[in-house]
């Protein structure tokens, strides 16, 4: 099962920008995750075609699963 973390921004224009990162560590550490983002934002590290990225929106783990279907 393939793990990623997303993390979620608005930008000056009000729109969503993300960051995926894979293999995150477990369990996650909500301060941390903050923190990076914080940091994120006040190096202004991306710009986007909304902006430059202003605000936190939230962070999510996702889980994907794969399954090979053997065909002929």
Do not use: H
């Not at 993300?18 to 710009?47: G, H, K, R, W, Y």
């Amino acid at each position: 099962m393939a793990k990623t973390l997303e993390l979620q921004f608005n930008t000056r224009d009000n729109k969503p920008f993300s960051i995926t990162l894979t293999d995150p560590v477990e369990p996650v550490n909500p301060v941390t995750i903050a923190a990076a983002m914080d940091a994120i934002i006040m190096q202004n590290c991306f710009t986007t075609s909304g902006g430059d990225v202003v605000a936190k929106k939230g962070a999510r783990i996702i889980e994907r699963n794969e399954n090979d279907i053997i065909i002929g």
